[in-house]
């Protein structure tokens, strides 16, 4: 059984060139991990793809891809910096840095996360205020159809500048609103083709559009947080720390006063972790949320189900962070939703910090690595019916929550999400205060079977612009 693909001399040149075209074409946008996916079927749950020049490795699987990530965690837990992330973060920040200024600000950040929110009663608080602005939207539609794209991201982003900044933003700030789009935009046009033929051609830089968009984009971003944060320095007191920003400045001074040289407590890497944070945190649970309620549309039958266990459990008062346990349907439903979705199919590339022998094949030291997620969460060695949106998945036969090891959205190891504590926060509050809120359905004229589940092309799969209607049920 051969699990890394060697391939014959003309095969490979043939391969060699098809992959080239797929890679401009088709790399990272909805086809091609379903490409990958296809091979994984072929060639085993190891195998080697080239784009142009470049050697990279796909892991599928539930068991090969929690060998690697956590079982040789050190070995495959590097991040692999493409042309275009290394020129929006010049290895600063968290997403796309490694060693010890990686190392340093996972550390930083995931410290403030937890004292500004993750796992505390203060982030449900700001959350559950949160949620109200959102019904509030949903409301004005008054049952009439919209593209819930918007407040979704919105609340979501909401919530991360809450733990940055300290302070929420309405919804109707011209500032915010493009902030939120231009974030969008970004995580869009990062899963084009254009870009990824940047990434393999960088010289092509100057005649593609969307790189010089990217760029621009990126420039009025860091302007604007750059601004925030100078708004903060203003009113700076190191006895009452605000938000991460503030946790960050304090910090700043200190290994200053300290004649500190080679302190990574620098404003890049500030800028840096805050649209770090801001990109990873804000479109992955809008979009998890958005396909939550199609799904709800979709599936009337579940969404009664839904709806029967929070009126039997919880009445009509506020959805709690603890009444989790006595919502095992409900909970089974949120996990079912990020398995089906799988936002992140090949989560996001690794590459491995030293030479590792892998299930008896050598990977070099630097070699790309594609932990394809989906596999994983759709791998029909441990999935009774991968393809279906099925709760029970996640339920025993007494209708009890079971947690599922092959349930791995937010991946694993070294690199793991480091916001999977607020997440799975935010998509429980949210997701029940709206379905005690509302009924969801298809726009009038059409019907459920017709709503469709194709995820869109961009670097998180969305799902495709759709509208709904959100009928009071209250
Ligand atoms: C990384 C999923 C929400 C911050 C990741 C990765 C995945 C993921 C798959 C890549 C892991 C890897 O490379 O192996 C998700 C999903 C979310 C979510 C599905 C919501 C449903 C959040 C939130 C935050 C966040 C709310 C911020 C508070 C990050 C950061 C990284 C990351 C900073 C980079 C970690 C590193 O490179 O060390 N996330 N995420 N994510 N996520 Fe999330």
Request: hydrophobic content about 40%; overall charge neutral.
């Given at each position: 059984?051969?699990?890394?693909l060697t391939?014959s001399?003309?095969?490979?040149?043939?391969f060699?060139?098809?992959?080239?075209?797929?890679?401009c074409?088709?790399?990272?946008i909805?086809t091609?991990?379903?490409?990958q996916?296809?091979?994984s079927k072929?060639?085993?749950?190891?195998?080697?793809?080239?784009?142009?020049?470049?050697?990279?490795?796909?892991l599928a699987?539930?068991?090969?891809?929690k060998?690697?990530l956590?079982d040789h965690?050190?070995e495959f837990g590097?991040?692999?910096?493409?042309r275009?992330?290394d020129d929006?973060?010049?290895?600063h920040?968290i997403?796309?840095?490694n060693?010890?200024?990686?190392?340093?600000m996972?550390?930083f950040?995931l410290s403030?996360l937890?004292?500004y929110?993750?796992?505390?009663?203060?982030?449900e608080?700001?959350?559950?205020?949160?949620?109200?602005y959102?019904?509030?939207?949903?409301?004005?539609?008054?049952?009439q159809?919209?593209?819930t794209?918007?407040p979704?991201?919105?609340a979501a982003s909401?919530i991360?500048a809450?733990?940055?900044?300290?302070?929420?933003?309405?919804?109707s700030d011209?500032q915010?609103?493009g902030m939120v789009n231009?974030?969008?935009?970004?995580?869009?046009i990062?899963?084009?083709?254009?870009?990824?033929?940047?990434?393999?051609?960088p010289?092509m830089?100057?005649?593609?559009?969307t790189?010089?968009?990217?760029k621009?984009?990126l420039e009025v971003?860091?302007?604007?947080?750059?601004d925030?944060?100078?708004?903060?320095?203003t009113?700076?007191?190191?006895?009452?720390?605000?938000c991460l920003?503030?946790?960050?400045?304090i910090?700043?001074q200190?290994?200053?006063d300290?004649?500190?040289?080679?302190?990574?407590y620098?404003?890049e890497?500030?800028?840096k972790?805050?649209?770090?944070l801001?990109?990873?945190?804000?479109?992955?649970t809008?979009?998890?949320?958005r396909?939550a309620?199609?799904l709800?549309?979709?599936y009337?039958?579940?969404?009664f189900?839904?709806?029967?266990?929070?009126?039997r459990?919880t009445?009509?008062r506020q959805?709690r962070v603890?009444?989790r346990k006595k919502l095992?349907?409900t909970?089974a439903?949120?996990?079912e939703?990020?398995r089906?979705?799988s936002?992140?199919?090949?989560a996001?590339?690794?590459v491995?910090?030293?030479d590792?022998?892998?299930?008896g094949?050598?990977?070099r030291?630097g070699?790309t690595v594609y932990?394809l997620?989906?596999?994983?969460l759709h791998?029909?060695?441990?999935?009774?019916?991968p393809?279906?949106?099925?709760?029970?998945?996640?339920l025993?036969?007494q209708?009890r929550?079971v947690?599922?090891?092959?349930?791995?959205?937010?991946s694993?190891?070294?690199?793991?999400c480091?916001?999977?504590?607020?997440?799975?926060?935010?998509l429980?509050?949210?997701?029940?205060?709206?379905?005690?809120?509302?009924r969801?359905?298809?726009?009038?004229?059409?019907?459920?079977?017709?709503?469709d589940l194709?995820?869109?092309?961009?670097?998180?799969?969305?799902?495709?612009?759709?509208?709904?209607?959100?009928?009071s049920?209250v």
């Open positions: 059984h051969l699990d890394i391939f001399c003309s095969f490979w040149f043939r060699h060139y098809m992959v080239v075209f797929m890679g074409l088709l790399y990272f909805f091609f991990y379903l490409l996916l296809q091979f072929k060639y085993g749950s190891v195998f080697t793809v080239y784009f142009g020049p470049k050697k990279a490795v796909v699987g539930y068991k090969t891809v060998q690697a956590v965690a050190e590097g991040r692999y910096v493409s275009v992330a929006i973060n010049q290895q920040g997403l796309f840095s060693g010890d200024n990686w190392k340093e996972r550390r950040a403030n937890r004292d929110g993750m796992g505390k009663k203060i982030a608080e700001k959350i559950l205020e949160e949620c109200q959102l019904i509030e939207v949903f409301e004005k539609h008054k049952g159809p919209f593209d794209t918007q979704m991201n919105h909401n991360i809450f733990i940055v900044y300290g302070s929420r933003f309405e919804y011209p915010f609103k231009r974030a969008n935009e970004n995580i869009r990062i899963g084009t083709a254009p870009i990824q033929l940047y990434n393999i051609f010289w830089g100057k005649w593609i559009k790189v010089k968009l990217l621009n984009n971003q860091v302007n604007h947080f750059r925030l944060i100078d708004q903060l320095k009113s700076l007191n190191a006895e009452m720390c605000r920003i503030d946790s960050f400045q910090r700043k200190k290994d200053e300290s004649c500190v040289t080679d302190s990574l620098h404003e890497n500030l800028l972790v805050v649209s770090n801001f990109a990873a945190g804000t479109d992955t809008g979009t998890t949320l396909w309620l199609l709800m549309a979709k009337p039958q579940i969404q189900q839904v709806q029967e266990e929070l009126r459990e009445g009509s959805v603890e009444d095992p349907y909970d439903v949120i996990h939703t990020q089906l979705a936002i992140l199919p090949v996001i590339p690794h491995t910090t030293q590792v022998n892998f299930q094949f050598f990977i030291k070699t932990p997620l989906t596999s994983v791998d029909d060695c441990e999935w009774e019916t393809s279906t949106f099925n709760p029970a998945h996640f025993d036969k209708g929550f947690k599922r090891d092959a349930f791995m959205p937010f694993a190891g070294r690199r793991a480091l916001g999977e504590g607020l997440a799975r926060m935010e429980f509050l949210f997701f029940t205060s709206l379905l005690q809120r509302f969801f359905t298809p726009p009038p004229g059409v019907t459920e079977e017709e709503l194709t995820p869109a092309v961009g670097f998180t799969l969305n799902p495709s612009p759709h509208q709904l209607c959100a009928v049920i």
